[in-house]
């Protein structure tokens, strides 16, 4: 009796301690922008430290970390989930429920019986420039309403969001109040670049951070239906207060880029009928939208770019700086919920379309490796602009661009939303990768790639490519010196692959993935990128003086050579002028120039079955 009356006792403390640490929890979900009446953003450490509030007092919330960024400080993530299991969804099989067509598949559904909802993940990445703070402020905002409101729980029941609250802790911890000098509030931000210096929203192909390696790990685990990434633009001035960049249409595939373009009207119509009409991204700089613009390519640099390379339909949003900080957080706030609201809706369209893309990819056969807009065909959009003029700078003395956003015209203009492929790679059966490039192992393996080890010396037909021609940039960009314009040459060779090189089969989800990064001429290309310099330097040479007798020893033995000497320097006057590229000709074209690795392109492709 007595034990009894102990463990009454016991268990009534626990709960009192557990209620007030509850309720202090709670205490301290009021936000940065709640307290300062949408004029703040919150800091790093006040972000994380809600965070880990909201999980200890809803148990619908888990905060995780997940990897190391270049700031020294964990990346986290933080998981939304109404039925409280904080994993990804179990892959569905949908070989059951095949059919050649929607009517079909309705046909096999019992009409008295609502089909089940979708299990689906909707990816939000915040703070990636953290001088443009709108979405961690309204991911908090977003969480806090998913804590307090059982019914909008219970309609996200299918939902799992999962948030990265501040990508870029470097960039945020470096916090000031200047660097964004057109931006309307907050009143302190953080900084674009990250703790080397790195712009972000450039480095999900290269991984040159820790950052973009937690990301890839946190992309693949959740392999999402939806990816959101926030940001605050400039450019051109207009009325709305948010615009977004979807997925070029063309480049997300046929699937993808469809789905897209049908989704897109829908999210416009339910953001108006909230009063807060939004526009696509105005591709627009240094000028006025009244011609029209190009919807913005976002190649596998950008984050929306790269997450497409994995059939994830993606939406960059983009408030405008000049509108009120406060405005610019509810607007971020609006477009997830309905963003969310639209997969709710639509889960099994948006489940399928997602799974129908990722299984259909692995049975192309060619990828489109660039694009180009179509200047002959556009749609029409209407579009609310202020009026603009030229006037005299007081800096200059010279004519600048001026709005008024007092005087604000309905137009209808062109949106060039339609682009061409002008590159295409046969995907291979497999690439030979050998073991020396380290580097790009490990790039590939963190973002899901299946590779296998070559278990034995074997020879095997491949097609070998020759670096013919390239331009490098003159400046750095984002730690590099960016190559473009690649010309190869194709050879077919008889190729041996050692024990331990890596073998990388095409047939998996990952394929597209592979395509763009290992063939040299992708713009985005691990080849343009740098990975592979030092196959462009040629090692061993010649001394002019030392080459000269022996250069026109081996020209009396290959009279076929000196033709072909002879009519270089007819055809190219340069050449004809200068000593040492004549000298350098005979050498390249003698038994002397043995190196294999130069201008040689190391990873290989092969069409044949490897035994």
């Known amino acids: 009796m007595t034990q009894h009356i102990i463990f009454k006792i016991?268990?009534?403390?626990?709960?009192?301690?557990?209620?007030?640490?509850?309720?202090?929890?709670?205490?301290?979900?009021?936000?940065?922008?709640?307290?300062?009446?949408?004029?703040?953003?919150?800091?790093?450490?006040?972000?994380?430290?809600?965070?880990?509030?909201l999980a200890s007092s809803s148990r619908f919330f888990e905060i995780k970390e997940v990897g190391m960024t270049d700031a020294g400080l964990p990346l986290h993530t933080v998981i939304f989930s109404a039925d409280r299991n904080f994993e990804p969804p179990a892959p569905k099989d949908r070989n059951k429920e095949k059919t050649n067509s929607e009517d079909e598949r309705k046909a096999t559904t019992n009409e008295a019986e609502e089909p089940e909802a979708e299990k689906m993940v909707l990816l939000i990445l915040n703070g990636i420039h953290p001088g443009e703070p709108d979405g961690i402020d309204a991911s908090m905002l977003w969480c806090k309403k998913l804590a307090n409101d059982k019914?909008?729980?219970?309609?996200?029941?299918?939902?799992?969001?999962?948030?990265?609250?501040?990508?870029?802790?470097?960039?945020?911890?470096?916090?000031?109040?200047?660097?964004?000098?057109?931006?309307?509030?907050?009143?302190?931000?953080?900084?674009?670049?990250?703790?080397?210096?790195?712009?972000?929203?450039?480095?999900?192909?290269?991984?040159?951070?820790?950052?973009?390696?937690?990301?890839?790990?946190?992309?693949?685990?959740?392999?999402?239906?939806?990816?959101?990434?926030?940001?605050?633009?400039?450019?051109?001035?207009?009325?709305?207060?948010?615009?977004?960049?979807?997925?070029?249409?063309?480049?997300?595939?046929?699937?993808?880029?469809?789905?897209m373009r049908s989704i897109t009207p829908i999210l416009e119509q339910k953001m108006a009928e909230r009063g807060e009409e939004i526009i696509p991204y105005v591709n627009i700089w240094n000028d006025t939208p009244d011609k029209g613009y190009t919807q913005f390519y976002d190649s596998p640099r950008y984050s929306s770019g790269y997450a497409t390379l994995f059939q994830t339909p993606s939406i960059v949003i983009e408030t405008h700086m000049l509108k009120p900080f406060d405005k610019r957080v509810e607007a971020t706030l609006a477009f997830f919920e309905e963003v969310a609201n639209l997969m709710v809706l639509q889960s099994r369209k948006f489940t399928y379309i997602v799974d129908e893309a990722r299984a259909q990819i692995q049975l192309q056969s060619a990828f489109p490796l660039d694009w180009l807009?179509?200047?002959?065909?556009?749609?029409?959009?209407?579009?609310?602009?202020?009026?603009?003029?030229?006037?005299?700078?007081?800096?200059?003395?010279?004519?600048?661009?001026?709005?008024?956003?007092?005087?604000?015209?309905?137009?209808?203009?062109?949106?060039?939303?339609?682009?061409?492929?002008?590159?295409?790679?046969?995907?291979?059966?497999?690439?030979?990768?050998?073991?020396?490039?380290h580097r790009v192992i490990a790039i590939l393996e963190s973002n899901g790639v299946r590779l296998e080890r070559a278990n034995s010396d074997k020879?095997?037909?491949?097609?070998?490519?020759?670096?013919?021609?390239?331009?490098?940039?003159?400046?750095?960009?984002?730690?590099?010196?960016?190559?473009?314009?690649?010309?190869?040459?194709?050879?077919?060779?008889?190729?041996?692959?050692?024990?331990?090189?890596?073998?990388?089969?095409?047939e998996q989800p990952a394929v597209r993935y592979l395509v763009e990064t290992l063939e040299p001429h992708a713009p985005d290309s691990?080849?343009?990128?740098?990975?592979?310099?030092?196959i462009l330097q040629q090692k061993e040479g010649f001394s002019d003086y030392v080459f000269e007798d022996l250069a026109a020893e081996i020209l009396r033995e290959n009279p076929n050579l000196r033709k072909e000497l002879e009519e270089k320097r007819k055809k190219d006057p340069v050449f004809a002028k200068d000593a040492r590229a004549q000298l350098d000709f005979v050498y390249k074209n003698s038994p002397h120039y043995l190196e294999q690795q130069h201008l040689r392109y190391p990873v290989v492709r092969t069409f044949n079955e490897i035994r």
């Not at 051109?236 to 469809?258: E, N, W």
């Not at 490519?465 to 190559?483: A, C, D, M, Q, V």
């Not at 691990?526 to 030092?534: C, P």
């Open 10 to 53: 016991l268990f009534f403390c626990i709960s009192i301690i557990g209620f007030q640490h509850l309720s202090q929890a709670q205490k301290n979900l009021e936000t940065p922008f709640e307290k300062s009446n949408g004029k703040a953003t919150a800091t790093y450490y006040e972000t994380i430290e809600f965070y880990k509030n």
């Open 151 to 259: 019914n909008l729980r219970t309609q996200y029941e299918n939902l799992k969001i999962v948030i990265i609250p501040c990508y870029n802790i470097g960039g945020a911890l470096n916090r000031n109040s200047h660097t964004r000098v057109n931006q309307n509030g907050p009143a302190h931000y953080g900084f674009r670049g990250n703790a080397q210096n790195y712009d972000l929203n450039r480095d999900f192909i290269k991984q040159d951070s820790k950052n973009a390696k937690a990301f890839a790990e946190i992309f693949h685990h959740w392999k999402p239906h939806f990816f959101l990434d926030t940001h605050v633009s400039n450019g051109a001035d207009y009325p709305y207060t948010l615009t977004y960049l979807a997925s070029q249409y063309d480049k997300a595939g046929p699937i993808i880029g469809s789905f």
């Open 373 to 437: 807009p179509e200047k002959g065909r556009h749609e029409k959009i209407k579009f609310k602009a202020y009026k603009a003029d030229s006037v005299i700078s007081e800096v200059s003395g010279l004519k600048r661009l001026r709005y008024d956003p007092e005087q604000i015209r309905e137009l209808e203009i062109p949106y060039y939303t339609y682009y061409r492929e002008v590159e295409v790679a046969q995907k291979p059966f497999a690439y030979i990768i050998p073991q020396a490039w």
């Open 459 to 506: 020879d095997i037909k491949a097609e070998v490519y020759y670096i013919r021609n390239y331009k490098t940039s003159t400046y750095p960009y984002e730690g590099h010196y960016l190559h473009s314009d690649v010309r190869i040459e194709v050879k077919g060779e008889l190729v041996k692959i050692k024990k331990g090189d890596y073998i990388v089969y095409t």
């Open 526 to 534: 691990f080849f343009n990128w740098n990975f592979f310099d030092s």
